[in-house]
């Protein structure tokens, strides 16, 4: 079936360093979204990528969306504490209405 | 806050007993999806509902049902519960049902003793 794999599944890193996170899918995607989830909280929606090779930043976060619309990374700039949670991507297939979410990769920074 | 609200918060019950959590979308949203998230996992969808109909299914197993009544609100029935049914349960929400963001509930934690 239709598999979204999120590497890696941890990153310990100190305070200050940058952090990036993969998404790969097996098909072709549609859009791809982003989420993070606070330890205890819930996901909560940060951006949607929809063309093939867009790039678009959030203050310290860069979202990029393959070319083959197969890929995609998130690139955290000198982590803060504040960036610790786990972080999914989550793509849409164009003949389905699911939203597959990858497994997630948890961010823990050292302060 | 997402606009989204779930009850009960947290729900301890026994193997063998059916439970039912509910999740009111936020005001205006007709899609609601059911997400099951168990310790250390990802989010695994079980099913959406749009404006009252069925529109999508994962992987929900048979022993588990939901619905979504006229006012929006949804449901989702869990019976025959395992242990290993034990996990976070969450609601999300969206204006419409392709290529929309999902504004997710706080969850509901499930523990089958």
């Known amino acids: 079936g239709q598999q979204v794999m999120q590497i890696p599944q941890y990153q310990h890193v100190q305070e200050g360093e940058d952090f990036t996170t993969y998404c790969n899918s097996s098909?072709?995607?549609?859009?791809i979204q982003w989420y993070k989830q606070r330890p205890g909280g819930h996901p909560v929606f940060l951006i949607q990528?929809?063309?093939?090779?867009e790039v678009k930043k959030q203050k310290r976060l860069t979202f990029q969306f393959g070319e083959a619309k197969k890929n995609s990374s998130l690139h955290i700039t000198a982590t803060q504490t504040t960036d610790v949670g786990t972080y999914f991507c989550?793509?849409?297939?164009?003949?389905?209405?699911?939203?597959?979410f990858g497994s997630g990769t948890r961010l823990l920074v050292r302060p | 806050d997402s606009g989204v609200t779930q009850t009960p918060k947290h729900l301890i019950t026994a193997t063998g007993q059916r439970v039912t959590l509910r999740c009111s979308p936020r005001?205006?949203?007709?899609?609601v999806y059911w997400y099951q998230q168990s310790l250390d996992q990802g989010l695994q969808f079980l099913i959406q509902?749009?404006?009252?109909?069925?529109?999508a299914k994962g992987n929900i197993l048979e022993r588990f049902s939901a619905q979504q009544f006229p006012d929006l609100h949804s449901e989702l029935n869990l019976s025959s519960l395992e242990l290993g049914d034990s996990a976070l349960y969450f609601c999300?929400?969206?204006?419409?049902?392709?290529?929309?963001?999902?504004?997710f509930g706080p969850g509901t934690r499930l523990l089958v003793l």
């Open positions: 999300a929400s969206s204006a419409w049902d392709y290529e929309e963001t999902q504004y």
């Open positions: 098909t072709t995607l549609s859009n």
């Open positions: 990528l929809v063309k093939s090779g």
């Open positions: 989550a793509g849409r297939v164009d003949s389905s209405y699911k939203l597959i």
């Open positions: 005001s205006g949203d007709l899609s």
């Open positions: 509902y749009y404006n009252g109909e069925e529109r």
